[in-house]
């Protein structure tokens, strides 16, 4: 066999298109500079990430087709659960 076989395995890194309320930035962030927060309710489920433009921390609400599509795409997720 030549060379330059790819592994099945092999996946390609996920991107994601974010925007920055703060400095209304545009841009694409890999999935490690992602966090995802998973609470009981939709009011604490959402994801955050820090703006590459401007600095600020961001945190915006995740309904269940974002938190599909970065569990997905390998975002580091975080399951909150409530106390008693």
């Known amino acids: ?17 974010a925007a920055c309320p703060d400095c209304r930035g ?3 962030l890999a ?8 609470g009981a309710s939709h009011r604490t489920t959402f994801y955050s990430f820090t703006c590459p433009d401007c600095g600020a921390s961001v945190r ?15 975002v580091s997720t975080l399951r ?3 106390s008693v």
Request: a positive charge; one cysteine or more.
């Open 31 to 38: 999935a490690g500079a992602l966090r995802l927060a998973i």
């Open 26 to 28: 545009c841009f694409e």
């Open 80 to 82: 909150l659960h409530s």
């Open 1 to 17: 066999m030549s060379g330059g076989a790819v592994d099945a395995r092999t996946t390609v890194a996920a991107v994601f298109k």
């Open 60 to 74: 915006k609400p995740a309904g269940e087709r974002i938190v599909e599509l970065l569990t997905g795409g390998g």
